[in-house]
C-alpha cells in the first residue's frame, strides 16, 4: 500500500517562506499525478498544485501563481511545495495526495476524485 509523509509545516509570519515535503513509499519516477490540497478550518478541501512526474507538467490554483512552486525529486520519491509570500488566507492543513492523470490531458487538474492515495496532513499557520 502506498504511503504518503508530508512535512515541514509550521508557523510563519505573513511574507515568509516555507517548504512542504512529501515522502513516497514507492517510485514517483514512472509517471503519476502528485498533489497538494488543503483545508481550512470550517472550508472545503481545495487544490494547490500538482505535478505529472513523467514529463514534470505542473498545474497551480490561481490564488497562488506566482507564490508556491511544486518539484519533484525522483531519486527521493519526494514531492515538495516551495511556498513564498505567505499570506494569513494561506493558512490551513496541508496534504498530499498521489493519483492518475486523465488521458485526455498532458497535465494532472485539480480535481480531488482523481487522487486515491493521501497523507495525513502537515499544518500551515501564517499570522499578520
Known amino acids: 500500500q502506498v504511503q504518503l509523509v508530508e512535512s515541514g509545516g509550521g508557523s510563519v509570519q505573513a511574507g515568509g517562506s516555507l517548504r512542504l515535503s512529501c515522502a513516497a513509499s514507492?517510485?514517483?519516477?514512472?509517471?503519476?499525478?502528485m498533489g497538494w490540497f488543503r483545508q481550512a478550518p470550517g472550508k472545503e478541501r481545495e487544490g494547490v498544485a500538482t505535478?505529472?512526474?513523467?514529463?514534470?507538467?505542473?498545474y497551480y490554483a490561481d490564488s497562488v501563481k506566482g507564490r508556491f512552486t511544486i518539484s519533484q525529486d525522483n531519486a527521493k520519491n519526494t514531492v515538495y511545495l516551495q511556498m513564498n509570500s505567505l499570506k494569513p488566507e494561506d493558512t490551513a492543513m496541508y496534504y498530499c495526495?498521489?493519483?492518475?492523470?486523465?488521458?485526455?490531458?498532458?497535465?494532472?487538474?485539480?480535481?480531488?476524485?482523481?487522487?486515491?492515495?493521501w497523507g495525513q496532513g502537515t499544518q500551515v499557520t501564517v499570522s499578520s
Open positions: 495526495a498521489r493519483g492518475s492523470r486523465p488521458r485526455d490531458l498532458l497535465y494532472c487538474p485539480l480535481v480531488q476524485s482523481d487522487f486515491a492515495t
Open positions: 505535478v505529472y512526474t513523467g514529463y514534470r507538467a505542473t
Open positions: 514507492i517510485d514517483i519516477y514512472s509517471g503519476v499525478c
